[in-house]
């Protein structure tokens, strides 16, 4: 079809008009990790830690969270630099980051904030250091975190250290501290994968500090493909967690919109959830908490159906093997209800693709169990060798823009 010039000059004129007025920025999510608890009070320290993104941008914003405060919660300065070693920055990479203009910002109960945009190149697969300082006359009151971070942070008791290059750490932590994501912008088209789980998406078993997790293999098997190097990767993963009722951390139903739906620029969401539910079975004794496969099955339809609301797409992945793991969280009835859970998962169309993760890391001659070699030694989550073959059992073509 033809369009005439008044059309093609009244389209030139509008594209115009919107450079003119400065188009918004396109924010992805590069790296989440994603609120699960109350932690200790912070109260006039410092706190340091690493985050390795995904995907790069010549802008970049965090997120704070007050989720399970108690309180308004004050914070401030905050520092993003590039993460050197250990507890160290690269000298000539700090950058302090802004909220509203201001170096302070009071994030309400329950809420959560995003920092000003930052000019600033982040590479694919770097490493990031952030650091904020909680400063004395708040509220006594425990700070959020994301409990099982698989990866250490630093705290330092004797005031602002946020700008040190060399971090004077006074204590570590294995939990992660306030922040929950980083967004990028820049010129290319990007979009983000949210891998939303349990404790085997979160990294359990995995080497500490070392990046790991499937979804951070994920991220490197995607940046590795010119095509599809533009994708972010969000986990989402909290140990754990349930479909259906709350462990650790809000179950899926409740912080689905949070944790997957509304996360910048997502697109597609890999879905790996289930085991706990079946394995919590196991321990419970009202009746009320001994879930079924069907409302497993049931959970899993609001979550897809939620998803295709917001025209997200939605993969889900088999249940992994966990045989070995120990009675009463492994069980013939529970692996029953897995196995029930994986047939629907494989056979029934409801989702918009498949991961066989069941089939990537199970012992063909003991398919109750995973290999040997992918097993981190419980019996139910993989180490870093299983996170990589889970990794690569995921069809990249389901990422195809």
Same mark, same amino acid.
């Given at each position: 079809?033809? &369009?005439?010039?008044?059309?093609?000059?009244?389209?030139?004129?509008?594209?115009?008009?919107?450079?003119?007025?400065?188009? @918004?920025?396109?924010?992805?999510?590069?790296?989440?990790?994603?609120?699960?608890? !109350?932690?200790?009070?912070?109260?006039?320290?410092?706190?340091?830690?690493?985050?390795?993104?995904?995907?790069?941008?010549?802008?970049?914003?965090?997120?704070? @969270?007050?989720?399970?405060?108690?309180?308004?919660?004050?914070?401030?300065?905050?520092?993003?630099?590039?993460?050197? @070693?250990?507890?160290?920055?690269? !000298?000539?990479?700090?950058?302090? #980051?802004?909220?509203?203009?201001?170096?302070?910002?009071?994030?309400?109960?329950?809420?959560?904030?995003?920092?000003?945009?930052?000019?600033?190149?982040?590479?694919?697969?770097?490493?990031?250091?952030? $650091?904020?300082?909680?400063?004395?006359?708040?509220?006594?009151?425990?700070?959020? =975190?994301?409990? *099982?971070?698989?990866?250490?942070?630093?705290?330092?008791?004797?005031?602002?250290?946020?700008?040190?290059?060399?971090?004077?750490? %006074?204590? *570590?932590?294995?939990?992660?501290? #306030?922040?929950? /994501?980083?967004?990028?912008?820049?010129?290319?088209?990007?979009?983000?994968?949210?891998?939303?789980? +349990?404790?085997?998406?979160?990294?359990?078993?995995?080497?500490? /500090?070392?990046?790991?997790?499937?979804?951070?293999?994920?991220?490197?098997?995607?940046?590795?493909?010119?095509?599809?190097?533009?994708?972010? =990767?969000? *986990?989402?993963?909290?140990?754990? *967690?349930?479909?259906?009722?709350?462990?650790?951390?809000?179950?899926?139903?409740?912080?689905?919109?949070? +944790?997957? &739906?509304?996360?910048?620029?997502?697109?597609?969401?890999?879905? #790996?959830?289930?085991?706990? %539910?079946?394995?919590? @079975?196991?321990?419970?004794?009202?009746?009320? %908490?001994?879930?079924?496969?069907?409302?497993?099955?049931?959970?899993?339809?609001?979550?897809?159906?939620?998803?295709?609301?917001?025209?997200?797409?939605?993969?889900?992945?088999? #249940?992994?093997?966990?045989?070995?793991?120990?009675?009463?969280?492994?069980?013939?009835?529970?692996?029953?209800?897995?196995?029930?859970?994986?047939?629907?998962?494989?056979?029934?169309?409801?989702?918009?693709?498949?991961?066989?993760?069941?089939?990537?890391?199970? +012992? !063909?001659?003991?398919?109750?169990?995973?290999?040997?070699?992918?097993? $981190?030694?419980?019996?139910?989550?993989?180490?870093?060798?299983?996170?990589?073959?889970?990794?690569?059992?995921?069809?990249?073509?389901?990422?195809?823009?």
């Amino acid at each position: 079809m033809r &369009l005439s010039k008044p059309i093609i000059a009244f389209a030139l004129s509008s594209f115009i008009a919107a450079a003119a007025a400065g188009a @918004s920025p396109h924010w992805v999510d590069t790296w989440s990790g994603v609120p699960d608890s !109350p932690g200790p009070l912070l109260k006039a320290q410092s706190v340091r830690e690493f985050a390795r993104v995904s995907v790069g941008g010549d802008s970049v914003r965090i997120r704070l @969270s007050n989720l399970f405060g108690s309180a308004p919660l004050t914070v401030g300065p905050v520092h993003l630099a590039v993460h050197a @070693s250990g507890t160290s920055i690269v !000298p000539g990479s700090d950058h302090t #980051l802004l909220f509203d203009g201001k170096p302070t910002i009071t994030i309400a109960k329950g809420d959560s904030v995003w920092s000003d945009p930052l000019p600033m190149t982040v590479q694919p697969l770097q490493e990031l250091a952030v $650091s904020f300082y909680v400063p004395p006359g708040n509220v006594d009151g425990p700070a959020t =975190v994301h409990r *099982n971070a698989i990866a250490t942070s630093y705290i330092n008791e004797t005031g602002d250290a946020t700008a040190a290059v060399q971090f004077p750490a %006074d204590e *570590n932590s294995g939990s992660r501290f #306030l922040l929950t /994501d980083i967004a990028v912008s820049g010129p290319a088209a990007r979009q983000t994968v949210v891998t939303f789980g +349990d404790s085997i998406t979160e990294g359990v078993g995995s080497k500490q /500090d070392a990046n790991q997790r499937w979804p951070d293999q994920l991220a490197a098997r995607l940046h590795a493909d010119p095509k599809l190097a533009a994708i972010g =990767v969000a *986990n989402a993963g909290i140990g754990g *967690n349930r479909i259906l009722h709350d462990d650790f951390g809000p179950n899926a139903l409740s912080r689905f919109d949070r +944790d997957a &739906l509304d996360k910048p620029g997502v697109h597609w969401i890999l879905l #790996l959830e289930g085991i706990n %539910d079946i394995g919590g @079975s196991g321990w419970a004794i009202a009746a009320k %908490d001994k879930i079924s496969a069907q409302q497993i099955i049931d959970g899993m339809k609001t979550l897809i159906a939620r998803a295709h609301t917001r025209h997200i797409k939605i993969y889900g992945a088999t #249940l992994t093997p966990y045989g070995g793991n120990g009675w009463p969280y492994h069980s013939v009835a529970g692996e029953q209800a897995r196995e029930a859970v994986n047939s629907w998962i494989r056979s029934s169309g409801a989702f918009d693709g498949v991961i066989d993760f069941d089939r990537a890391i199970r +012992d !063909p001659a003991h398919p109750l169990q995973m290999q040997a070699a992918y097993d $981190s030694g419980d019996h139910l989550h993989p180490n870093g060798a299983g996170y990589q073959a889970m990794a690569n059992a995921i069809d990249l073509k389901l990422f195809t823009p």
